[in-house]
């Protein structure tokens, strides 16, 4: 799954991405069934987060991006004011839509996908125009 920041805004960092990876296994104390497996984010990206998720059969994924989604944003508005200042008057911090795919192919080629995003880009030589 992936999720990205509402209006595109670029404010994830490593000590946001930290505090919610707590959030996130906190939501399996809620949810047990919801199994993240593994989060990442690119810091070259900071708009949008990447998950591998296994949900049961019992659970929509409409539900958990709901449940994954309203948590988080009242969480990290909680833990960071300028969040809540950024996004006064909206619903959250989170895009309305999301990016799912079912795993289909092998787990292991999707978590690695997850993993190395961004590290392609890395080597490439920058142009300044």
């Known amino acids: 799954m992936a999720i ?10 490593e000590g946001i991405f930290a505090y919610l990876q707590v959030k996130l296994t906190e939501i399996r104390k809620h949810y ?3 199994n993240f497996k593994t989060i990442n984010y690119d810091p070259k990206q900071p708009d949008h ?37 950024l996004y006064w008057g909206t619903d959250g911090i989170w895009s309305d839509g999301y990016f799912v ?10 978590k690695n996908y997850i993993e190395n995003q ?10 300044d125009l």
Not at 4 to 13: A, D, I, M, S
Not at 101 to 110: A, C, L, M, R
Not at 118 to 127: I, N
């Open 4 to 13: 990205t920041t509402k209006y595109r805004h670029q404010w994830l960092n």
């Open 32 to 34: 047990p069934l919801i």
């Open 49 to 85: 987060i990447h998950l591998l998720i296994s949900i049961p059969p019992t659970m929509s994924v409409g539900s958990v991006v709901r449940v994954v989604k309203s948590n988080t944003s009242r969480e990290l508005k909680q833990k960071f004011p300028f969040l809540k200042k």
């Open 101 to 110: 795919s079912t795993v289909g192919v092998n787990e292991q080629t999707i």
């Open 118 to 127: 961004g590290k392609e880009d890395s080597g490439q030589a920058l142009l």
